[in-house]
């Protein structure tokens, strides 16, 4: 067990030691990605010639006006559409392998949470499904409510918690399994300004601790540049890359990163992005 | 509290209604049977009388009024004497008698509950079915809406005919309605229940790779109580309807539709007076329980606060 990991560590591009320079390998690779929803009024095209590398620990946003496909690309990496061209791969699976080996947490626009069942209950809800033990559970639900900062809540029902708590209990709810990749759908849209800079704090701090690879979907500039390691900008009809950009910021980042000059030149770039791909017409 | 007030202006309201309505409604007959005990009355003919109006006869009767109030077969009893009926035939009947309330309100709600059972089992059996599969959905759906559309008061008796042939006779014919009459709520609720889960309900399951009997234990049935529970109060209510319309068109000689058409039959108003309040006073408690049962689960279970 103990040399398989040592060996394991050696190899390039796996692990912390990596040869520095050696790109480590895709967690998810897109390639061409297109798809094309039938619709009653004609084909829509929602996402055209879609080509991305997301490598492990990455912290990905993608961000562009409504209608450019960001959700439906991380529905596809979820395996929940399925692109009618290209090749989508997650850990070397395709979206709907890696859907069934539940190799992913996804947090949705809206918390979710189901009125019926407490938030320990909640969070316990994929354990249920995925057949951990009883102690398991309890011990899972209580580390991952730790983890988002929820902890003592466990026995409320969603409707006793504000907006901003249910959305932390739902990504509690994501993280449970334990899967290396959390897709995030726009989680904080719904949440005002001061909860959301608050929740953004805490989802960094949560990425640093948990080395996980984060795909987040964003309308928010000051959210993706604050976030993340690459800023994927997408334009609508037909949904497509217009820039990816490549953080230069530290990854340690407090709040008041946000008046650097470094911050608002990456800023300053991704809505060039945004404004090259969207006519307003 | 406060809603008390409401309820008993409104009960008022009807009270005061029905107690002016006696007057008029009684006039003649008490007019008749004043003379009869040798009072002077005007016009002196019953033929006379014929012509003149109820509230004319009453105001030129005025000794008269109050005797409309106490007639043994009004043609509408005053409350007080369905009240007083209903105390006579409740408590003030030994139960194991044939002129008890109680006795003939349990014979209704013997086949009032075995029917709902069946009809709310049905329901919910049809309800799951038509949800998870498209065939189901297509073919018992309008079968369900159009046995609705029959008149249940057409189809009793050849429901309590045909199964009286196949030598089926009591409870059972009589559940059978019920639950015709109570299935269909149940169906249409649960449907409308198991369906109401939205897109990102069912998604978040995908994303677990949960199959469809985890998706029905934890989503979909939780997800429809609180429409099973008003589907359960239509349905009671329903099933009660049914048992009554089971005993009308087979002189059973049990149950209140049994009181109801003696009542009708031997020129007894009292007695079908007294029967109609307690089918709905029995109605009333039974969607009471089930509306208590419907907070104190709805609160456990966190859906309702």
């Known amino acids: 067990m103990a040399s398989s990991l040592h060996l394991a560590e050696k190899t390039p591009g796996e692990g912390p030691l990596a040869a520095p320079g050696a790109a480590p390998p895709a967690v998810i690779a897109a390639g061409s990605v297109d798809l094309t929803f039938q619709t009653g009024d004609g084909p829509v095209h929602a996402l055209k010639d879609v080509s991305l590398d997301i490598a492990k620990g990455d912290f990905v946003s993608f961000i562009g006006p409504s209608g450019c496909g960001k959700t439906t690309f991380l529905r596809c990496i979820a395996g929940l559409e399925t692109p009618t061209g290209g090749t989508l791969t997650v850990n070397g699976m395709s979206p709907e392998e890696a859907r069934r080996a539940r190799a992913y947490g996804y947090v949705f626009q809206a918390a979710g949470l189901y009125p019926w069942r407490t938030i320990g209950g909640n969070v316990k809800l994929p354990l249920e499904i995925m057949g951990f033990s009883k102690a398991e559970q309890a011990e899972r639900v209580k580390r ?95 949904g497509r890359i217009a820039d990816v950009i490549e953080s230069t910021l530290p990854k340690e980042r407090p709040l008041d990163i946000r008046d650097s000059a470094e911050f608002i030149a990456i800023a300053h770039r991704v809505r060039d992005g945004l404004r090259a791909g969207h006519s307003y017409d | ?137 297509l073919s018992v759906m309008p079968w369900a809406i159009a046995s609705q559309t029959i008149p249940i008061l057409a189809l009793a008796p050849m429901i309590i005919v045909i199964m009286g042939s196949l030598g089926i006779q009591g409870l059972l014919p009589k559940a059978i309605i019920s639950a015709y009459l109570s299935f269909f709520p149940v169906v249409v609720g649960m449907v409308k229940g198991l369906r109401s889960p939205d897109a990102m309900q069912v998604d978040l399951l995908r994303t677990y790779h949960a199959n469809a009997a985890q998706g029905f234990w934890k989503l979909r049935l939780p997800a429809s109580m609180p429409y099973l529970f008003a589907s359960l109060k239509i349905g009671i209510s329903a099933a009660l309807v049914g048992a009554i319309v089971g005993e009308l068109p087979t002189g059973a000689r049990a149950g209140f539709g049994a009181r109801m058409l003696v009542g009708d039959q031997y020129g007894q108003p009292l007695v079908t007076w007294a029967a109609l309040f307690a089918a709905a006073i029995t109605a009333a408690v039974l969607v009471g329980l089930f509306s208590a049962l419907e907070r104190v689960s709805l609160k456990r279970m966190g859906m309702a606060r």
Request: proline share 6%; net charge neutral.
């Open chain 1, 144 to 238: 991952v409510l730790e983890l988002v900062d929820l902890a003592g809540f466990e026995r409320k029902f969603p409707w006793q918690l504000s907006g901003g708590m249910q959305q932390r209990a739902s990504i509690a709810r994501a993280l449970a399994f334990d899967a290396d990749i959390l897709l995030m759908d726009e989680p904080f849209g719904a949440l005002d300004e001061i909860v959301r800079d608050h929740l953004n704090e805490q989802l960094l701090q949560l990425w640093a601790r948990t080395d996980k690879t984060i795909a987040f979907v964003t309308h928010s500039i000051p959210e993706a540049v604050y976030l993340s390691t690459k800023i994927v900008v997408m334009s609508p009809r037909p």
């Open chain 2, 1 to 137: 509290m406060r809603n008390v007030l409401p309820i008993l202006t409104v009960v008022a309201v009807i009270l005061g209604l029905w107690v002016m309505a006696v007057v008029p409604m009684n006039i003649h007959l008490a007019v008749d049977q004043a003379q009869r005990d040798g009072v002077v009355v005007t016009p002196e003919t019953p033929a006379a009388r014929q012509d003149v109006g109820a509230l004319a006869l009453a105001a030129r009767n005025t000794g008269v009024i109050p005797a409309t109030y106490t007639l043994d077969r009004p043609r509408l009893p005053g409350p007080q004497q369905v009240v007083a009926e209903l105390w006579k035939t409740t408590v003030g009947t030994r139960v194991t008698s044939k002129q008890s309330l109680v006795y003939h309100g349990w014979v209704t709600l013997s086949a009032t509950l075995l029917g709902f059972a069946i009809g709310t089992g049905l329901g919910i059996a049809l309800a799951v079915g038509i949800v998870f599969f498209r065939t189901m959905d």
